[in-house]
């Protein structure tokens, strides 16, 4: 089994990853406000997921107004369903835990 990837693993990159998996494309305000995160706070971990190669930003105008639109790259998607796995497979019973005989406890009244 692989190592966890830490990248992604780390409580708000895993909701910036997990939102663009459900999206073709998601700006910069609708992340802040579905993260719940400061702008400082989305901004880094963004920049740390961009490092890493599993997002795409793109920064442009709107008129005059600027916009940043994030997706999540071929090999972020790769690297967000090898994780989903590896929690999976740590997460689902073991097959000689699930054959061991099971003995009823009787606690005492």
Known sequence: ??????????PARLTIIALLSSV???????????????????????????????????KTFRGKIPLTVVRLSSEGRAAFQDYRKW??????????????????VHIPT
């Open 1 to 10: 089994m692989s190592e966890l990837d830490r990248v992604i693993h780390e």
């Open 24 to 58: 073709k494309e998601a700006d910069f305000l609708y992340l802040l406000r579905e993260t719940g995160l400061t702008k400082g706070n989305l901004s880094t971990h963004l920049i740390r997921l961009e490092e890493a190669g599993y997002v795409e930003i793109e």
């Open 87 to 104: 929690m999976k497979d740590i997460l689902a019973p073991s097959k000689a835990v699930s054959k061991m005989r099971r003995v009823p």
